[in-house]
């Protein structure tokens, strides 16, 4: 156990929907990132947070957005969905702005029909 | 710029045997350089990681990685595969100014025969 959570665990949409996917951090940890992890584009980086502010921008769609909270944790929503978003999203955490280790959450499965 | 290619995306080796997974990387800076393993239907779990200090890393589970800058190489090994090492092995390279992007190689999935 990595000490991240992520809810919910799975996730069945239609398409045109918005769903909003939850990440809790690792006690002590102030950055938060977000993956999607899917089989014809691997696992991709999205999105990163420090302490409430976006630092770092992968491949995410407009579609997409994230936000981290006060309470450092994140929200990744993902609006307008489309059947090729069906894929695993995963949540990491570290603890510290730059190049450290990071703690990967479980995922949430989204299936989009 | 930075990349990381994974050469091989299936390796089959024999229990007992040696492994070898490997990463090139490209980057126009320093880089950190991570090897994160997933087992099926699991989170992504780190094995080691190399961050400007010793060029041989050593991880978890028996498993170590050499820096090699010459070479744009951070090759992962085992002396001897066991059973439980059968997943997906993802090479990563992180860091630079403006933001720490992370980018995460296609993935090995190693399988272990008995």
């Known amino acids: 156990d990595s000490g991240v959570t992520q809810t919910p665990k799975h996730l069945i949409t239609a398409t045109g929907q918005r769903v909003t996917l939850r990440c809790s951090p690792r006690s002590g940890d102030l950055s938060v990132y977000w993956y999607q992890q899917s089989l014809d584009q691997g696992l991709q980086f999205l999105i990163q947070y420090y302490n409430g502010e976006e630092r770092a921008k992968g491949n995410i769609l407009e579609r997409f957005s994230a936000q981290q909270f006060p309470d450092l944790h994140s929200e990744l929503n993902l609006s307008s969905l489309e059947l090729g978003d069906s894929a695993l999203y995963f949540c990491a955490s570290s603890t510290l702005l730059g190049n450290n280790e990071q703690f990967f959450g479980p995922g949430t499965r989204l299936t989009v029909l | ?114």
């Open chain 2, 1 to 114: 710029a930075q990349s990381v290619t994974q050469l091989d995306s299936h390796v089959s080796v024999s229990e007992g045997t040696p492994v070898l997974l490997r990463c090139n990387y490209s980057s126009s800076y320093s880089p950190s350089l991570f090897w994160y393993v997933q087992h099926p239907n699991k989170g992504l779990q780190l094995l080691l990681k190399y961050t400007s200090a010793a060029t041989l890393v050593k991880g978890i589970n028996g498993f170590e990685a050499e820096f090699k800058k010459s070479e744009t190489s951070f090759h992962l090994t085992k002396p001897s595969a066991h059973m439980s090492d059968a997943a997906e092995y993802f090479c990563v390279v992180s860091g630079g100014t403006g933001g720490f992007k992370t980018i995460f190689g296609a993935g090995t999935r190693l399988f272990v025969k008995a």
